[in-house]
Each structure stands twice: as C-alpha cells, then as structure tokens.
C-alpha cells in the first residue's frame, strides 16, 4: 500500500461555499478511486512564498491518503490541473 500527501492551494477570493465545493470534489474523486483518506485538513488560508496568478494569499488543504494499485494520485493530478480555482498542487510519496 503507497502513502501520498496531497496539499492543493483554493484561490483566496471565490466565497466560502465554493472553497468548500473545490475541497469535497476532490475527497469524492479521492474516495471514487477507491483511495483510502487517513487525514485531511484545512490549513485556512495563508500567505504564499511567492505571488501566483497575482494571488498573495490561498487556501490551503492538505490530505494524506493510501492507495493500492489505484490511479487515485493520477486522478488528483488530473482534476487539480483542469480545475481554474485551484492555483498550485503537490504531490509527495511517503516513504516508510
């Protein structure tokens, strides 16, 4: 079973509700490849390292995930790059 860690960052002016729309649908395509979410947390919003999209701030998600033998992480990488609400995503193995 692989270990992932999955942090994405929302753009920091959509309201609330679509924040939180960014966020479930990604845990349901997570949950859809049969992805096993151990943690998953709201970090909030935060400054960024450096300005993207003429964005200073975003919303940051973290979650920490199992897969086996799914395309879950391909799956991720896929939607966070179509969907425009979404401004940088990251993709880390976990090593044991």
């Not at 960014?22 to 943690?39: G, R």
Request: negative net charge; aromatic residues 12%.
């Amino acid at each position: 079973m692989n270990k992932y860690e999955l942090i994405f960052i929302v753009k920091p002016d959509l309201e609330e509700s679509l924040i939180k729309g960014v966020n479930d649908s990604i845990k349901s395509t997570l949950e859809e490849k049969k992805a096993t979410i151990v943690e998953a947390k709201e970090w909030g919003q935060k400054e960024l390292a450096y300005e993207i999209n003429k964005y200073k701030t975003g919303y940051y998600f973290y979650y920490l995930i199992e897969e086996k033998g799914s395309d879950a992480v391909k799956e991720f990488d896929r939607v966070a790059l179509i969907n425009e609400n979404i401004i940088r995503h990251l993709v880390v193995k976990v090593e044991e």
